[in-house]
């Protein structure tokens, strides 16, 4: 009986099913991973009457003037030229704050609106860099972005 | 004199396959995210995702198709939908279609829908301001412009 008894207590399961399971799981899960970037958004309100909101607001108007390939020529802010490389691009973010009195949230941030008039060609990233500009900074002593201007709208197509 | 098999201890690789097991789990993600990988969208470092869970989305993926080395096989933009890759310009049945679905499965409301336009960095924002007016036409008013979140310059 006591022979019997400490037989018993030797038996130990077998873990290979549950190990074979484990590693099934984790293949799965493995394969099934993916690593999506996050992404952001602007948003742009466009009706097709071309008020939106149906308040008129006061516009800044920026323009982007591409080459035959769709490359950035020329950034004006109404009549101004502020160039075609990446230092343009933080000009005009400076101009929109200037535009907006300095003062970002304040209540011309709510009611400037800016419209983006670019040519048909110019490719989507110049479009995103001038939004991103005139939209606002990120602050790298407080970690936050702030927003200079939150209407924007793009200018009909021009061909 | 027959020697006994050693016994491997599993428990520490048990431990280890569960850890991974979990990890797994908790980092992956089921949802259906609409995005195309062949659409490289250009990066900002302001755009952020909306604050607020828009009520009702369409993702509108536009890009080119590309040969292994990255050039464009096709020179104008396509709308990468289901199954299928389609011009902009055969969008507007397409349109029609979904604005349908949408009616019957919200009678009497307006348009409610955003428009999300995932488009490749190299894609003429004309053909995208065609896109958005086929959606104008059809009644449709709200749209947003996706971007790669970019890392805050030191």
Redesign the interface.
Known sequence: MRRRESALAMVKPDMTPMIDCVFQLMIFFMLTLKFVQAEGTFDINMPADGIPGGFPTEDIKVRLVADADGNLVSLKIGQRHLGNDDRAFERLNSEILRAIGGTPGGPASKDTEVEIDADHKLHYEYVIKAMTACTGRFDQRTQQAIRYIEKIKLAPPRR | MAMDAPEVD?TPM?DC??Q??TF??L????ES?Q?DERVK??????????KVKREDEVTINVGFIRNADGSKRVKDPLVFLPGEDVSISQMTPRIKKDLQMYKLQHPGDGIKT?I?L?????????A???L??LY??E?Y?????????EA???
């Open positions: 599993m048990i396959v569960f991974l097991i797994f789990m980092v992956i993600n089921f995210t995005a969208l250009p990066e900002s470092e302001i755009a952020k995702p909306p955003t999300k995932r488009s490749d960095s190299e894609v003429p924002i004309g995208i301001q065609d958005i007016k104008q036409e009644g008013e709200k749209f947003a412009l996706q971007a790669m979140e805050p310059k030191e």
